[in-house]
Structures are given as C-alpha cells and as structure tokens.
C-alpha cells in the first residue's frame, strides 16, 4: 500500500524536532522507520508530518559516563551489539541485541525508536528494566529522566509525551550474575516469550534480584513473586526451579494462534529456570 498524504521535515537539531512537534500534535518522530513504515503503509498509523532525526547531531554515540553507559537514541541495532565497550560492560545487551529480527533490520533500527514503540516483545525494552535503566527525553519544556519501570504502561503505550523526543538511554554498568534468554518459532521472528534475570550474589547466595519477562504477557514487566523466590536463597536448581515455578502462576499470559496461555505459561517457567541458573553461574 502507498503512505498516506504527509509532510516530511528533517531538522538538523534536537530543539527544532522538539519545536515541531510542539506546534503539531499530529506530527510523530521517525528514527530507523523499521517499525512505523510498515504502520504508514498500513494506514494503522496516519501523523501530518513525519520528523526525521537522522540529521539531528550526537544521537549516535554510545559513550561511558560515570557508572552508567549513554546510548543515544539514533544508535542502530548493529552498533549497539558490536560496540566493544557495550561488550565489556553490558554483554546482556549483546545477548538480547542478536535477537532482533536479522541484520538487514538491525542495521537500520535504532534502540531509541525500538523503546519509544514499547512493542512488549521489544529485546530493548526488556533490556532496559532487566539493568534498571533510564531514557532521557526532551521537549520545549526541558528535559526530563524516566526510569523504565516507569516507562512502559501497556502494548505500544509509554509515558512519553507526544511533544517529546526520546534524546538518549541511560544504562548502569554492572557485573552480577545476569543472563538473556528468548524463545521464538525460528531465528528473527518475534520471541514467544523474552527473559531476563539480574541478580547481585554474596558468598553463593542471592541478596537481590531482578527478572523480567516480555512477550508472553501484554507488556513487559517485572516478575516480583519470581524475584522473591531467588532473593536470600543460594542460586541452584532448586531456587531457579522455584523462580520459574512463581513466574508462571503469576503472571498473566496472552494467547494467539502462536502459542495457548498454557504454552506460554509453561515456556516461560522453562526460561525462567534456565536463565536463574546461567545467572547465578556468573561471578
């Protein structure tokens, strides 16, 4: 199908994007285009002007600052999965990044676009609850962090305005046991069901813990009655057994012509246990 009748900008910074959609409530960002073109072409998506940030400066960079790694939002897939320093201080990212869907999307889709479209079997969103994240956001008013557990509120919906611009992703490096783990029909398709585990370790034993599960549910989320399974216990079978065990009784699980909520439920209990056990493994 053709596009629908629209205007293109591209400003060549950040404040004019901002601008433009302020003074247009019908205007949307485009940034790898890997998800809305295809909405466009469906007319699931019809805006009055498409603002284009790839001539917006600094939006590319993934760079160290502090305790934290700053990851603009213009930065494809690829680069995000195959940047030494992503691999030296969050491999997770790695992991969850060569998931998405096959190189040719990956190397046009930007981990911006991907969290701005909240899609709950997104690797990114997923990834940013899993390390505890943030994305800073810009409009004519400032700027503003939003933690992830704040950020994501259903399918395809966040808490960012529609006059602001998603600027840059806020990640805090860390080295306890973590792992990823995504199940789908066949490589680069959606995942059935993403998980993902953190988990801080003392002495073999869990003092905290953050697991998340995508996909399977209608949004990404953290599985608490999971992570409090984990949480003072030593990290073994029997542990990772229970986490996964609370995953499935508690969440509540979507069913389509993919797989039945019993699927689901059963298939998340399996990664669950797997990535219980692969984290804990890590020192």
Not at 120 to 142: D, I
Request: proline share 4%; aromatic share 4%; charged share 20%.
């Amino acid at each position: 199908m053709k596009l629908p009748p629209l205007r293109y900008v591209a400003p060549r910074t950040v404040e004019e994007a901002c601008a433009l959609l302020d003074a247009d409530e019908d205007a949307k960002i485009i940034a790898g285009g890997q998800s809305l073109m295809p909405l466009l072409a469906m007319r699931l998506a019809m805006p009055s002007t498409l603002v284009d940030l790839g001539r917006a400066p600094d939006l590319g960079r993934i760079e160290e600052a502090g305790e934290y790694l700053r990851i603009g939002a213009m930065t494809t897939h690829e680069r995000v999965i195959t940047s030494p320093l992503v691999r030296d201080r969050l491999p997770l990212l790695v992991d969850a990044g060569r998931n998405i869907a096959h190189v040719q999307i990956r190397s046009r889709g930007t981990i911006g676009g991907s969290i701005a479209h909240g899609d709950n079997a997104g690797e990114w969103p997923l990834a940013l609850l899993t390390l505890g994240g943030s994305v800073e956001v810009q409009s004519v008013r400032g700027r503003r962090l939003i933690p992830a557990e704040e950020l994501f509120l259903g399918p395809y919906m966040t808490s960012i305005q529609s006059d602001e611009v998603l600027t840059h992703v806020w990640l805090p490096t860390r080295t306890s046991g973590w792992s990823f783990h995504e199940a789908a029909r066949r490589a680069g398709d959606y995942g059935l069901a993403l998980v993902g585990v953190c988990l801080d370790l003392a002495a073999g034993t869990c003092t905290a813990a953050t697991l998340v599960v995508g996909a399977a549910a209608g949004t990404v989320q953290r599985v608490t009655a999971a992570e409090d399974a984990i949480v003072g216990s030593e990290v073994d079978a029997r542990a990772a057994r229970s986490a996964g065990e609370a995953a499935a009784a508690s969440l509540s699980f979507i069913s389509d012509i993919h797989g039945t909520r019993e699927y689901r439920a059963h298939l998340v209990a399996g990664l669950v246990e797997r990535a219980v056990v692969e984290a804990g493994g890590r020192r």
